[in-house]
């Protein structure tokens, strides 16, 4: 519908805004940034399915929806784009601007879907996992490994895969933070049904990690879920403890 309308540009540092205002009922009509930017984000919701990567709500430069999974996995995802940028001189996941996708209110077989994965293409997230800042660079972090050192996933090569996501996990948390004394070290704080994180880097043990290779046990058998395909979520203590 064609409409009688005010034109005018927004602008600031970092901001070129196109802003199309009803000449009549000064409704905005349309708007959108002008400025060209390397961070390409796209939010979709899988609706408490399973089909990836689902509807998109959410892209570059749109604004908020008012669904805290949605909005925070964007806010997130570009926390961890602008860490690695500005910390590694690195353009995305893959050093070349990939665009990150990442999919929420994912879920396969009892819901809520309690995880978060990196598929090879995508961060994906259960209901509430990507409203955790760690978590977010927890994931985007295993395409990094993806898509430099490779390390696969099984054994202590997956140990630390697992343990490089935990460590930018909380880099990103505290980024601009230089007192790292004051640092937390926790992954998925409170996540535990006790009250527990997930995993505390300062401490291991807490958590059933072991912080020292002296208590690396080689796992026997075939490598598979029921083993940690290695222990690679236990083993990755030994090496969050040199970190901290």
Known sequence: QTRLAWFGEARSFAVREAIWVDAVDASVLLHFSQITEALNRSIYTAGGTSTLPGTLVRSEGGLPTGDSDVDLAYNYAGDTYNYYASQHGRDSYDNAGAPLLSTVHYCEGSCPYANAFWDGTQMVYGDGFSAADDVDAHELTHAV??????????????????????????????????????????????WCPDGRPLRDMADPARCGQPAHMRDYVPTTGPLSELNDYGGVHKYSGIHNKAAH
């Open 145 to 190: 490994t993806e898509n430099s050192a490779g390390l696969v996933y099984c054994g202590l090569s997956g140990a630390l895969n697992e343990s490089f996501s935990d460590i930018i996990g909380v880099a990103v948390r505290h980024a601009g933070q230089a007192d790292v004394g004051a640092w937390s070290w926790e992954i998925g704080p409170g």
